[in-house]
């Protein structure tokens, strides 16, 4: 927080007047990088011609975004990474831009709805697709810095759970 309060030119006293503690200025921060993802997505949502391609396309971009942003990166790498893992985790707040990402998605395109696996709540599959990003954020592989094999990855395993009709499995390449 001293950090913080030292790269921003204001005493510690404000940052503490802001934010309770270190874990709600990551939530903070990690929110206001989810809004901005969601409101890059919306041309994709409008072209998309399926839920399958709004998903893996989405999360490629996802990925890319958190990769190359220099402060989330940072909060992605190193010790941290753990603890910004389990921000996200734990935040009500990215969980409800989430969820209001998929409803907009369903608003702005409601013949995608049917796509989606009968029975299966919004909220779980924001839920698992929220842990799907961040662990391909997380995770050191190959798929890291390749959106290809993210692409194949999100096809053969995430949009199954997802998706009421089993898409072919992608082609290698």
């Known amino acids: 927080m001293a950090d913080v309060a ?18 709600d200025l990551l939530d ?8 901005r993802v ?27 975004l958190l990769e190359n942003d220099p402060l989330v990166s940072a909060m992605f ?10 921000t996200v985790t ?22 995608l709805a049917t796509e989606l696996r009968v029975g299966l709540p919004i909220e779980h599959a924001v839920d698992h697709l929220i842990a799907v990003g961040l662990s391909l954020v997380l995770t050191e592989s190959p798929l890291t810095a ?12 995430v949009l199954p759970a997802l998706l009421e009709t089993r898409p072919p499995l992608p082609e290698q390449s």
Do not use: N
């Open 146 to 157: 390749d959106p290809a094999a993210q692409r194949r990855y999100v096809q053969t395993f």
């Open 38 to 64: 969601s409101g890059s997505l919306e041309q994709l949502v409008l072209e998309a011609a399926s839920l399958g391609e709004i998903l893996t396309e989405g999360l490629v971009q996802i990925v890319d």
């Open 28 to 35: 903070a921060v990690l929110a206001s990088t989810a809004l």
């Open 77 to 86: 790498s190193g010790d941290d990474r753990l603890v910004a893992g389990a």
């Open 90 to 111: 734990g935040s009500a707040q990215i969980r409800q831009i989430a969820a209001g990402a998929a409803d907009d998605v369903i608003t702005a395109r409601p013949d």
């Open 6 to 23: 030292a790269e921003a030119g204001v005493a510690p006293a404000t940052v503490y007047r802001h934010f309770s503690g270190r874990s």
